[in-house]
């Protein structure tokens, strides 16, 4: 089993980005962070963001883009293929493409041509979850497991942990029931708590997240890839971001 890559997903950090974009990066890659995840958002051209990541020795191989067949899908992949990904992910849509049986059929077989484009462009192909997504629409089933029943295997999840827990799943538990379906995993920490989804974020082991756990999960399941990922925080964003490092480190999980 190789050893899944670890880092940051670069949205945890927009607003330093925004303000510094190379002391950011030097910043992350004095911490040790040997690997990025993109997002659309970057405050840099595509071709000037790669080739200074490159010099600075990040790994750069899956980020967060919308989708394909969007209006501006050509622009997104050319994003894509600046920073030479391996693997596309949409990193979220409207709530109302998991509301009902009908509408996550409809978004199964959006994902699934998709895909096709994607797969044609060299990379894989996958969605990345928030919280919504887990309520149930036919009985004891959520729009989600119809997305995924109705997507070809080929169609990756980006599991993020963090939502799963906020809409009531064990994310332990959820990573061995998708098992391959799932080879990238994001991880926060915070309150995890349903009724306040915009509570702030905190460092690793200093919220309600099984942070261990679920890496372990992870390893377990063969994954590709595992990314912090903090959407806010209300202490200093890069502290935080450091002291979850150094916690992936305490753990014996990174170097």
């Known amino acids: 089993m190789s050893e899944p890559l670890y880092g940051l997903q670069l949205y945890s950090v927009r607003e330093e980005l925004a303000a ?15 690997n990025i995840e993109i997002w659309g958002g970057l405050p840099v051209p595509a071709e000037e963001a790669a080739a200074i990541m490159k010099d600075m020795g990040f790994g750069v191989s899956t980020g967060h883009l919308g989708s394909p067949l969007a209006e501006g899908g ?17 990193p979220w849509v409207p709530a109302e493409n998991f509301a009902t049986v009908e509408a996550a059929k409809a978004f ?9 484009v994607v797969a044609d462009a060299g990379m894989g192909f996958g969605y990345h979850n928030h919280e919504f997504e887990f309520a149930k629409v036919d009985g ?4 989600y497991e119809i997305v995924v029943a109705e997507t070809n295997p ?15 799943l ?36 200093e919220g309600n997240m099984d942070v261990s756990g679920i890496v372990r999960a992870s390893l377990a399941n063969n994954a ?10 209300a202490t200093d964003m890069m502290e935080a971001v ?7 480190k305490s753990e014996g999980f990174v170097s």
């Open 20 to 34: 510094d974009f190379k002391g950011t990066l030097q910043r992350l890659a004095d911490m040790g962070i040997p």
């Open 74 to 90: 050509d622009k997104n992949l050319a994003i894509a293929k600046a920073f030479g990904l391996s693997d596309y992910i949409i």
């Open 108 to 116: 199964a077989a959006q994902l699934n041509a998709a895909q096709k």
């Open 140 to 143: 004891d089933k959520t729009g």
């Open 154 to 168: 080929s169609v990756m999840f980006e599991l993020d942990t963090y939502w799963a827990q906020v809409a009531g």
């Open 170 to 205: 064990d994310p332990v538990d959820l990573i061995g029931k998708l098992g391959s379906r799932v080879p990238y995993v994001h991880i926060k920490d915070g309150p995890a708590d349903a009724s306040d989804r915009n509570a702030h974020m905190v460092a690793f082991g």
């Open 224 to 233: 590709k890839g595992i990314f912090v990922e903090l959407d806010h925080c």
């Open 242 to 248: 450091d002291k979850s490092w150094a916690y992936l």
